[in-house]
């Protein structure tokens, strides 16, 4: 499916060297940030307070985040889980705070918010087990909000979980590498991976220069990302497998250039479809879904640049030729081996 095709080829490879020369300066900026500013961490790697909460009804996220706010928190983790009336905090430590203390301040101030007292509300479990819960009735005696759970992740718990991340993307890494060295030729594959890390160091950079929260959601969006950029640049190097086949006299410049002008419409229609269901996550996601949303539109972004003007010209630069991906036809001997 095409929405339009165009005649005459764009001459990428012409102008590959200026592109790769501001994707290096965007990539060495995205990793002074890095090393200067560092990420900003969420609860699962820093360690911190989860706290799950339940309300009579559907709860106001953003109420419950500017109480949080008030309180110190500056990017207080609110979502939903299960149903609109049941909430999970994610509460990094706050300066002066031990054990419990946080979590007993934050739902204090969410009973208040809610125009309650804090009460130890006692009851019988199914099991015919006495229960003692910590929740937050009005002056009507109504229970506005009750603390279902609250878990302390250590820092421990946080280092395990970073290294499991680094883990997993050296995986994709790795995985994707030998894929690539086994369907094109080892100069795509190290081509495709510079590309791919060169998409997930510009991530990582914007989310180090704002400050943006850095969790498990954002870290799976740059796995998806990784695997997003490889599929585009499999799809430029089937084409310009296919066009030494049938341009047996071209350059490889020319070739190149014909393959990515001809998936152009192909990237259009993709990236298209998929950044508007990205672009719905952002807008209408809510914080839950914000920084996931981000991430993948700066990769889904990056991720075109990379596969037209930083793999295909890497694979140039490198020395792909046609001998690479199609063996030489051997010509039959007229004797047919017979010596005379």
């Not at 905090?89 to 007993?104: I, M, V």
């Not at 006495?130 to 009507?140: D, L, M, R």
């Not at 996601?285 to 990056?302: E, M, R």
């Amino acid at each position: 499916m095409e929405f339009f095709r165009i005649k005459k080829d764009i001459p990428f490879m012409r102008h590959a060297l200026i592109f790769n020369v501001v994707s290096a300066l965007t990539f060495v900026a995205a990793v002074f940030f890095l090393v200067t500013k560092g990420l900003h961490f969420s609860v699962e790697f820093t360690g911190g307070t989860k706290m799950e909460l339940r309300y009579p009804h559907a709860a106001d996220q953003e109420k419950i985040r500017r109480s949080l706010v008030t309180l110190g928190y500056e990017q207080p983790e609110v979502t939903s889980f299960g149903t609109a009336q049941d909430i999970m905090l994610r509460l990094p430590p706050l300066k002066g705070q031990t054990g419990g203390n946080g979590s007993t301040a934050a739902f204090n101030a969410l009973c208040a918010a809610e125009g309650g007292t804090p009460k130890q509300i006692d009851s019988v479990s199914p099991a015919g087990q006495p229960v003692s819960k910590k929740g937050c009735v009005n002056a009507a005696g109504a229970e506005v909000v009750s603390l279902q759970a609250v878990d302390f992740v250590g820092p421990q718990v946080g280092d395990e979980l970073a290294q499991s991340g680094l883990n997993a993307l050296i995986m994709v890494i790795v995985g994707v590498m030998i894929y690539l060295a086994i369907r094109f030729e080892w100069k795509f594959a190290v081509a495709a991976i510079v590309a791919n890390l060169h998409d997930v160091i510009i991530i990582l950079g914007f989310f180090a220069f704002f400050q943006w929260e850095f969790s498990l959601t954002v870290l799976a969006a740059v796995l998806a990302v990784l695997g997003y950029s490889v599929n585009e640049s499999v799809v430029i190097f089937d084409r310009i497998r296919e066009n030494f086949r049938k341009q047996r006299k071209a350059a490889v410049a020319e070739v190149i250039d014909n393959a990515i002008t001809s998936t152009i419409s192909r990237t259009i229609i993709t990236h298209g479809c998929t950044q508007m269901m990205v672009l719905s996550m952002l807008l209408f996601g809510g914080q839950t879904l914000h920084y996931f949303a981000i991430a993948l539109t700066i990769g889904i972004l990056f991720g075109i640049y990379s596969s037209v003007f930083v793999a295909a010209a890497i694979a140039m630069w490198l020395g792909v030729k046609r001998e690479d991906l199609i063996k030489p036809i051997k010509e039959k001997d007229e004797t047919d081996g017979a010596v005379v």
